[in-house]
């Protein structure tokens, strides 16, 4: 269920195909997210799940696994 809200908010997000955003999925070089794409992304993501994620913990997250991840821990 987390993976599919990830899902969506990267797809509104990034604006990207929906068949690149899998688990595995490399937020820079596969899905394209530039520093300001991810800002937008992490806010949006809050905003999504009621949960507050800090600069430095989200430029730790290199893959839609490590968002899923860091979300199922904080809820």
Do not use: W
Not at 40 to 53: G, H, Y
Request: net charge negative; charged share 35%; hydrophobic share 40%.
């Amino acid at each position: 269920m987390t993976f599919e809200k990830v899902k969506e908010t990267i797809l509104e997000s990034l604006n990207c195909k929906e068949e690149k955003v899998v688990p595995e999925a490399r937020l820079m070089e596969d899905l394209e997210m530039d520093s300001l794409d991810g800002a937008d992304l992490a806010m949006a993501l809050e905003d999504v799940f009621s949960i507050s994620i800090p600069d430095e913990e989200f430029e730790t997250m290199k893959t839609v696994q490590d968002i899923v991840d860091y979300i199922d821990s904080h809820k």
